[in-house]
Nanobody, 126 residues
Protein backbone atom coordinates (compact mmCIF):
# COMPACT_ATOMS: atom_id res chain seq x y z
CA UNK A 1 0.00 0.00 0.00
CA UNK A 2 1.16 3.54 -0.73
CA UNK A 3 0.34 6.36 1.66
CA UNK A 4 0.11 10.09 0.99
CA UNK A 5 -0.14 12.47 3.92
CA UNK A 6 -1.43 15.97 3.37
CA UNK A 7 -3.04 18.89 5.14
CA UNK A 8 -0.11 20.35 6.99
CA UNK A 9 0.59 24.04 7.14
CA UNK A 10 1.19 27.05 9.33
CA UNK A 11 -1.28 27.74 12.11
CA UNK A 12 -1.33 29.93 15.19
CA UNK A 13 -1.37 28.61 18.73
CA UNK A 14 -4.85 27.42 19.57
CA UNK A 15 -5.74 26.78 15.96
CA UNK A 16 -6.78 23.59 14.21
CA UNK A 17 -5.68 21.49 11.29
CA UNK A 18 -6.95 18.29 9.74
CA UNK A 19 -4.41 15.96 8.21
CA UNK A 20 -5.35 13.31 5.70
CA UNK A 21 -3.67 10.04 4.85
CA UNK A 22 -4.78 8.73 1.48
CA UNK A 23 -3.98 5.12 0.64
CA UNK A 24 -3.71 3.35 -2.67
CA UNK A 25 -2.65 -0.05 -3.88
CA UNK A 26 -4.11 -2.11 -1.07
CA UNK A 27 -7.30 -2.99 0.74
CA UNK A 28 -7.39 -0.05 3.09
CA UNK A 29 -9.83 -1.61 5.53
CA UNK A 30 -7.27 -4.33 6.31
CA UNK A 31 -4.67 -1.93 7.67
CA UNK A 32 -4.14 -0.40 11.05
CA UNK A 33 -3.19 3.25 10.59
CA UNK A 34 -0.86 5.16 12.85
CA UNK A 35 0.18 8.78 12.96
CA UNK A 36 3.68 9.69 14.08
CA UNK A 37 5.56 12.94 14.18
CA UNK A 38 9.14 14.11 14.23
CA UNK A 39 10.12 17.52 15.48
CA UNK A 40 13.42 19.12 14.48
CA UNK A 41 16.29 17.53 16.35
CA UNK A 42 14.05 14.97 18.03
CA UNK A 43 13.21 11.33 17.53
CA UNK A 44 10.05 10.26 15.81
CA UNK A 45 7.20 9.75 18.26
CA UNK A 46 3.82 8.12 18.20
CA UNK A 47 0.73 10.32 18.11
CA UNK A 48 -2.30 8.09 17.60
CA UNK A 49 -3.54 4.97 15.87
CA UNK A 50 -6.75 3.35 14.67
CA UNK A 51 -7.57 -0.24 13.88
CA UNK A 52 -9.14 -1.72 10.77
CA UNK A 53 -12.77 -0.79 11.25
CA UNK A 54 -12.16 2.28 13.34
CA UNK A 55 -13.64 0.96 16.57
CA UNK A 56 -10.32 0.89 18.41
CA UNK A 57 -8.13 3.94 18.77
CA UNK A 58 -5.14 4.77 20.93
CA UNK A 59 -3.57 8.10 21.76
CA UNK A 60 -0.31 9.37 23.13
CA UNK A 61 -0.80 11.44 26.25
CA UNK A 62 0.22 14.55 24.32
CA UNK A 63 -2.68 14.01 21.91
CA UNK A 64 -5.46 13.03 24.29
CA UNK A 65 -8.30 15.52 24.40
CA UNK A 66 -6.94 17.60 21.52
CA UNK A 67 -6.45 15.23 18.59
CA UNK A 68 -8.94 12.83 17.03
CA UNK A 69 -8.13 10.05 14.61
CA UNK A 70 -10.74 8.68 12.25
CA UNK A 71 -10.97 6.81 8.99
CA UNK A 72 -13.31 6.47 6.06
CA UNK A 73 -12.66 3.09 4.51
CA UNK A 74 -14.94 3.90 1.58
CA UNK A 75 -12.54 6.72 0.68
CA UNK A 76 -9.34 4.86 1.58
CA UNK A 77 -8.43 7.76 3.83
CA UNK A 78 -7.56 8.30 7.47
CA UNK A 79 -7.73 11.64 9.20
CA UNK A 80 -6.07 13.38 12.10
CA UNK A 81 -8.07 16.29 13.46
CA UNK A 82 -5.82 18.47 15.58
CA UNK A 83 -7.33 21.15 17.80
CA UNK A 84 -5.87 23.52 20.38
CA UNK A 85 -2.50 23.31 18.69
CA UNK A 86 0.61 24.31 20.59
CA UNK A 87 4.08 25.30 19.38
CA UNK A 88 5.37 21.96 20.67
CA UNK A 89 3.13 20.22 18.13
CA UNK A 90 5.37 21.59 15.38
CA UNK A 91 6.74 18.59 13.47
CA UNK A 92 6.60 16.58 10.31
CA UNK A 93 3.62 14.26 10.64
CA UNK A 94 3.71 10.83 9.08
CA UNK A 95 1.02 8.26 8.57
CA UNK A 96 1.89 4.60 8.60
CA UNK A 97 0.08 1.34 7.94
CA UNK A 98 0.28 -2.13 9.39
CA UNK A 99 -1.47 -5.33 8.41
CA UNK A 100 -1.71 -6.28 12.09
CA UNK A 101 -4.56 -5.40 14.39
CA UNK A 102 -3.09 -3.65 17.40
CA UNK A 103 -4.01 -3.43 21.04
CA UNK A 104 -2.91 -0.82 23.53
CA UNK A 105 0.73 0.13 23.56
CA UNK A 106 1.43 -1.97 20.47
CA UNK A 107 0.17 1.02 18.48
CA UNK A 108 3.23 2.96 19.67
CA UNK A 109 5.91 0.83 18.06
CA UNK A 110 7.03 2.37 14.78
CA UNK A 111 8.73 -0.90 13.88
CA UNK A 112 5.27 -2.44 13.77
CA UNK A 113 4.30 -0.44 10.69
CA UNK A 114 5.62 -1.63 7.35
CA UNK A 115 4.32 1.18 5.18
CA UNK A 116 4.97 4.90 5.57
CA UNK A 117 3.86 8.06 3.84
CA UNK A 118 6.18 10.93 3.02
CA UNK A 119 5.12 13.28 5.82
CA UNK A 120 3.45 16.66 5.99
CA UNK A 121 4.84 19.62 7.91
CA UNK A 122 2.82 21.24 10.66
CA UNK A 123 4.11 24.51 12.07
CA UNK A 124 2.42 26.13 15.04
CA UNK A 125 3.43 29.71 15.68
CA UNK A 126 3.35 31.27 19.12
Amino acid sequence: VQLQASGGGLVQTGGSLRLSCAASGGTFSRYTIGWFRQAPGKEREFVTGINFGGATTYYADSAKGRFTISRDNSKNTAYLQMNSLKPEDTAVYYCAASTHRKVGSAFRLDTGYAYWGQGTLVTVSS
